[in-house]
Nanobody, 126 residues
Framework: QLQVEESGGGLVQPGGSLRLSCAAS????????IGWFRQAPGKAREAVSC????????HYADSVKGRFTISRDGTKNTVHLQMNSLEPEDTAVYYC???????????????????WGQGTQVTVSS
């Protein structure tokens, strides 16, 4: 059974940085992905970034490209999302998700996620 555990988040001023972490377990295949999604109040959930463990490929939403970086923690089934130059528009609940899959994104389609975390709040405000 796939499981994820999130950590990180909090309150930060505009222009500041935060790091989110997601540890996943329960994989039975070599191809799996981990990604971050977010949902702001009154808005639909949107994909932020994802990482494919098979080939190390990464993907980013246009809104965070150049500011956020997703990376693997050594050889662990853990990814970190380093968020820099945070803006008030980044305020949302951030969710980690995982799935056994080769790709985490294909064109405009992001992986749907078989296991989701409980979410962690990120608030960017002065």
């Amino acid at each position: 059974q796939l499981q994820v555990e999130e950590s990180g988040g909090g309150l930060v001023q505009p222009g500041g940085s935060l790091r989110l972490s997601c540890a996943a377990s329960g994989f039975t295949r070599a191809a799996y992905v981990i990604g971050w999604f977010r949902q702001a109040p009154g808005k639909a959930r949107e994909a932020v970034s994802c990482f494919s463990f098979l080939d190390g490929s990464t993907h980013y939403a246009d809104s965070v490209k150049g500011r956020f970086t997703i990376s693997r923690d050594g050889t662990k089934n853990t990814v970190h999302l380093q968020m820099n130059s945070l803006e008030p528009e980044d305020t949302a609940v951030y969710y980690c998700a995982t799935q056994e899959s080769v790709l985490c994104r294909y064109g405009d389609v992001w992986f749907p996620g078989d296991s989701w975390g409980q979410g962690t709040q990120v608030t960017v405000s002065s």
